[in-house]
């Protein structure tokens, strides 16, 4: 018989199930404790991700979105600066940097990775430039070292947006760790995703580090309470959340490894299709797939001939910022941006999740194979 179950873009309920008790007596010990806001879940949460990141220090807050925020707040970039970020990627990148008072514009993407290119950065930076940040889109890399680069020629900060890239590596070292910080989101999707909101600052600067601490808590001086060195605001994690991501990242490694088996699954698969998959990001490198993109021709009507077969299929980003209603007064280019442009009109991300079957995934592959007429 013909299986024509549903195949989800991503599952939640599978991870739920497999650990609904574990999470249930981790929040309840979070709650029993009474110490809910940065109590002793949230303190050994960060320790053990630090660690999963090889970083010295980490932040947990409120949200992906608050730990760009405070990212970078805590370098330094406030009102009258500037950064320089990618228009290929979720609008809390942008509205994260507007949140501390700078402004930004984008240069464009890589045509074949849609990660912030190192070609258009040097261009736009002004003198009140501060700071770079690059979004590690899908869980594919940036092309750190050249970034670093720009970013130590002209005295710039690099924030890194890792929402997307829990454990995803570049050249040997894990994303989030290679710029002066990284900003980790655990929106319930994500790699690593809390049962509510939450996010994380990283770094392996100490100053940074402390500054992020101070700007989730009100701006309050480590060692006094009624003392402030910065107008912060309430952007921490609560010890609830805290002690469920501590069940969840004690699988994350074993979920990156099954998410990278279906990736090159698919990437076996679509072979031969007119079709290009994600591209290999190199020795000492690699992705966390968050999702699974891949470039189509005819997008849109293989995006609607999978879903009337019922299979999960999404567009990231099907409109890039500088199109976005919010930004219309920045006046910025389309022309500007080709690569951009060309990209909106040729992602599709396929189902992904760790517990996907080989034959959702053999199912998948053959629609994308009929819709061709291969
Ligand atoms: C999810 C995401 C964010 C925001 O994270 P939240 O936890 O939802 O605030 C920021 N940037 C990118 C690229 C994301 O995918």
């Given at each position: 018989?013909?299986?024509?179950?549903?195949?989800?873009?991503?599952?939640?309920?599978?991870?739920?199930?497999?650990?609904?008790?574990?999470?249930?007596?981790?929040?309840?010990?979070?709650?029993?404790?009474?110490?809910?806001?940065?109590?002793?879940?949230?303190?050994?949460?960060?320790?053990?991700?630090?660690?999963?990141?090889?970083?010295?220090?980490?932040?947990?807050?409120?949200?992906?979105?608050?730990?760009?925020?405070?990212?970078?707040?805590?370098?330094?970039?406030?009102?009258?600066?500037?950064?320089?970020?990618?228009?290929?990627?979720?609008?809390?990148?942008?509205?994260?940097?507007?949140?501390?008072?700078?402004?930004?514009?984008?240069?464009?993407?890589?045509?074949?990775?849609?990660?912030?290119?190192?070609?258009?950065?040097?261009?736009?930076?002004?003198?009140?430039?501060?700071?770079?940040?690059?979004?590690?889109?899908?869980?594919?890399?940036?092309?750190?070292?050249?970034?670093?680069?720009?970013?130590?020629?002209?005295?710039?900060?690099?924030?890194?947006?890792?929402?997307?890239?829990?454990?995803?590596?570049?050249?040997?070292?894990?994303?989030?760790?290679?710029?002066?910080?990284?900003?980790?989101?655990?929106?319930?999707?994500?790699?690593?995703?809390?049962?509510?909101?939450?996010?994380?600052?990283?770094?392996?600067?100490?100053?940074?580090?402390?500054?992020?601490?101070?700007?989730?808590?009100?701006?309050?001086?480590?060692?006094?309470?009624?003392?402030?060195?910065?107008?912060?605001?309430?952007?921490?994690?609560?010890?609830?959340?805290?002690?469920?991501?501590?069940?969840?990242?004690?699988?994350?490694?074993?979920w990156t490894e099954l998410r990278r088996k279906a990736a090159a699954k698919y990437d076996d698969a679509l072979k031969g299709l007119p079709v290009v998959v994600p591209?290999?990001?190199?020795?000492?490198?690699?992705?966390?797939?968050?999702?699974?993109?891949?470039?189509?021709?005819?997008?849109?009507?293989?995006?609607?001939?999978?879903?009337?077969?019922?299979?999960?299929?999404?567009?990231?980003?099907?409109?890039?910022?500088?199109?976005?209603?919010?930004?219309?007064?920045?006046?910025?280019?389309?022309?500007?941006?080709?690569?951009?442009?060309?990209?909106?009109?040729?992602?599709?991300?396929?189902?992904?999740?760790?517990?996907?079957?080989?034959?959702?995934?053999?199912?998948?592959?053959?629609?994308?194979?009929?819709?061709?007429?291969?």
């Amino acid at each position: 018989m013909i299986n024509t179950n549903p195949i989800p873009l991503f599952n939640l309920n599978k991870q739920h199930e497999s650990l609904r008790e574990e999470i249930n007596s981790a929040a309840i010990r979070a709650l029993d404790s009474m110490r809910w806001i940065i109590g002793p879940e949230t303190e050994n949460f960060e320790l053990e991700f630090a660690k999963a990141l090889d970083a010295k220090h980490c932040i947990a807050c409120s949200s992906g979105a608050s730990a760009i925020q405070i990212a970078l707040g805590a370098c330094g970039i406030g009102k009258g600066d500037h950064v320089i970020t990618t228009p290929f990627t979720f609008i809390a990148t942008t509205s994260s940097i507007s949140l501390t008072g700078a402004e930004f514009s984008f240069a464009d993407v890589d045509s074949v990775t849609g990660n912030l290119s190192p070609e258009g950065i040097e261009k736009r930076i002004t003198k009140n430039t501060k700071a770079i940040l690059p979004v590690h889109i899908y869980g594919y890399p940036a092309e750190m070292d050249r970034i670093m680069k720009i970013a130590q020629k002209h005295n710039l900060k690099v924030i890194e947006d890792c929402a997307q890239s829990h454990l995803a590596a570049y050249k040997g070292r894990m994303t989030g760790t290679i710029g002066h910080a990284g900003a980790f989101s655990f929106y319930p999707s994500k790699n690593l995703g809390a049962c509510g909101d939450g996010g994380a600052v990283v770094t392996n600067d100490a100053e940074v580090a402390a500054n992020s601490r101070s700007l989730r808590h009100c701006g309050r001086k480590a060692d006094k309470t009624y003392e402030y060195g910065f107008e912060g605001s309430t952007l921490r994690m609560d010890d609830v959340q805290a002690a469920i991501l501590r069940v969840k990242l004690k699988h994350l490694a074993e979920w990156t490894e099954l998410r990278r088996k279906a990736a090159a699954k698919y990437d076996d698969a679509l072979k031969g299709l007119p079709v290009v998959v994600p591209s290999d990001p190199g020795a000492g490198s690699s992705q966390s797939y968050y999702v699974y993109t891949i470039k189509a021709p005819r997008r849109d009507e293989l995006a609607a001939f999978l879903s009337s077969r019922k299979i999960g299929n999404a567009i990231y980003y099907p409109m890039p910022l500088y199109k976005q209603p919010v930004y219309q007064h920045l006046g910025f280019d389309p022309k500007d941006y080709p690569n951009t442009e060309k990209l909106t009109t040729e992602v599709l991300s396929l189902p992904m999740f760790p517990e996907i079957s080989d034959s959702d995934i053999a199912r998948v592959a053959a629609a994308i194979k009929e819709f061709y007429g291969k």
